[in-house]
């Protein structure tokens, strides 16, 4: 191997890793920083401002499914940002008789969309630490996420969940979350 073309895989490998670098770090941060923090969730209503209605999916009276429920949501700037909006009504603490099928103190820390529409939703650990594990329980928690995002957003084809910053094989080990899953109604009654 001449030295200039051991210089040209060293300037391939350089711009291969810079190209990694930023498509699974920098760009997450580019799309959408972190949640801003809040001392508590913030209730289902919402405040005074423009709203949208939104399709928001709790767990069913007989615990086998997802019902969706109409809810004014804040509106967001773009699709990203509408999307951060949703997921934090989604998350928003419910009263009886609706139960989320997210675990409680779970928030979300970031959420980009990329220009295909696939949406990363970047959770806190709770997301996996509080849930309580059963192949349909995680079932419930994935499809909530998903289909509150491809449901109320047709930009959005396809929804990837992350736990702090990181891609997980799974929540709670049955679902499969390697790849951005697709809109699935099949478990809302």
Excluded: C
């Amino acid at each position: 191997m001449t030295l200039r073309s051991a210089l040209a895989v060293s300037a391939v490998a350089a711009v291969a890793a810079a190209l990694t670098w930023l498509f699974f770090v920098g760009l997450p941060r580019w799309y959408g920083g972190p949640a801003k923090a809040a001392a508590a969730p913030a209730p289902v209503q919402v405040p005074a401002g423009r709203k949208i209605k939104a399709r928001l999916f709790y767990v069913a009276a007989d615990g086998s499914n997802l019902t969706s429920v109409e809810r004014d949501v804040a509106y967001g700037e773009g699709t990203a940002g509408q999307a951060k909006e949703i997921i934090n009504a989604q998350l928003a603490p419910v009263t009886e008789p609706l139960l989320s099928a997210v675990p409680p103190g779970t928030t979300l820390r970031a959420l980009f969309v990329t220009a295909n529409g696939e949406a990363y939703v970047d959770f806190t650990r709770e997301i996996t630490a509080a849930h309580p594990g059963g192949s349909l329980d995680e079932l419930l928690t994935v499809y909530t996420i998903v289909n509150a995002l491809t449901v109320n957003l047709p930009a959005v084809s396809g929804v990837q969940v992350l736990v702090n910053g990181k891609e997980v094989d799974t929540l709670a080990g049955h679902v499969d979350l390697r790849r951005p899953l697709a809109k699935n109604l099949a478990w809302v009654q």
